[in-house]
């Protein structure tokens, strides 16, 4: 509560100063891009801060959600911009799919849920597939627009079989650094949102996380 405190302010500022310059008719579209990549980029990790709370009283069990309608297509198609510089930088693409097809740029799927959480735990999953990846991959985040609804995100690599068990426990994690907390939240979330989270190796040593949402019932 007390760094959600601190990191508010001035958190804001940045996002509010970067989303004044966005007005500058002097910009380059170059700067533009970069710009509204600080927007994307600070809001989410406003959401983050904001998040943490949610997380906190999910874990006390005194979480209340208040659902509101959630386009998941274009969140995807969002976190697909905002991560493509990470991707490209290591040669790597973000495929979105729906339906098994190219997801089309004006798709929509709707479900009631929470739109911040729902975005930081795809998010999260985005970033960890990205990171377990070698260059030159293909990242596949597919939506799947039936009841439940259901989100696959895959990537080249595999996680070892004695870790499956444990990936979702708090602070057990499977890459050098982690900290065991991401997976840990995302099933928190994910179960508090009504749906379920799981992991499934296959045998082309790609690595699948996919989560099924509920389409209403908050």
Not at 101 to 121: F, W
């Amino acid at each position: 509560r007390m760094v959600r405190h601190d990191l508010r302010n001035p958190l804001g500022a940045l996002v509010g100063l970067a989303d004044l310059l966005l007005d500058d008719p002097a910009l380059t579209p170059t700067q533009l891009e970069i710009l509204r990549r600080i927007v994307l980029a600070g809001g989410r990790v406003t959401r983050i801060v904001e998040n943490s709370l949610a997380l906190h009283a999910m874990e006390r069990g005194t979480f209340k959600l208040l659902a509101q309608r959630v386009d998941c297509a274009a969140m995807l198609r969002d976190l697909a911009h905002e991560f493509e510089g990470v991707a490209r930088a290591r040669g790597q693409v973000i495929r979105l799919l729906c339906d098994e097809a190219p997801l089309p740029v004006d798709r929509v799927v709707n479900i009631q849920s929470s739109k911040a959480l729902l975005e930081s735990v795809v998010a999260n999953l985005l970033k960890n597939a990205i990171e377990a990846s070698a260059d030159s991959s293909v990242i596949t985040v597919a939506l799947h627009d039936a009841s439940p609804l259901r989100i696959d995100v895959t990537n080249p690599g595999s996680i070892a079989l004695d870790m499956l068990p444990r990936l979702f426990k708090r602070y057990e994690t499977n890459k050098p650094g982690g900290s065991g907390i991401g997976l840990y939240s995302a099933r928190l979330v994910v179960t508090t949102l009504g749906g379920e989270i799981w992991c499934e190796p296959s045998p082309d040593d790609h690595t699948t996380f996919s989560l099924t949402l509920p389409r209403s019932g908050f």
